[in-house]
């Protein structure tokens, strides 16, 4: 099973809901004998409330198929847009 949206309303006073609905599909899961997949996150709050629940850390690749201009076009707009943010400018 997979954990793939969550969020609140912030002007509601009930707190907990989220929580509460994923501890409930993560007891779901456990009672079909299927993994929890928290589809993780590179924000470490969120991290962070994921490994309250039980979760660990899981590194994936990531595979694509790209012509080598793409690629090549790619990895120089990276470049590019990583060079812009260390010396200070927005791109």
């Known amino acids: 099973m997979y954990g793939l949206m969550s969020g609140r309303a912030i002007r509601t006073p009930v707190r907990g ?3 509460l609905l994923l501890w409930h599909a993560i007891g ?3 009672q079909r004998e ?3 997949d928290f589809q993780g996150s590179m924000i470490e709050s969120i991290e ?3 490994r309250g629940f039980g979760a660990r850390l899981t590194p994936y690749s ?3 198929k790209a012509s080598w201009r793409r690629q ?3 990895h120089s707009k990276s ?3 990583a060079a812009r943010r260390l010396i200070g400018k927005k791109p």
């Open 17 to 19: 809901a989220a929580a």
């Open 28 to 30: 779901q899961a456990a």
């Open 34 to 36: 299927l993994a929890f």
């Open 48 to 50: 962070e409330y994921f």
């Open 62 to 64: 990531h595979i694509s």
């Open 72 to 74: 090549m076009f790619s």
């Open 79 to 81: 470049t590019w847009l």
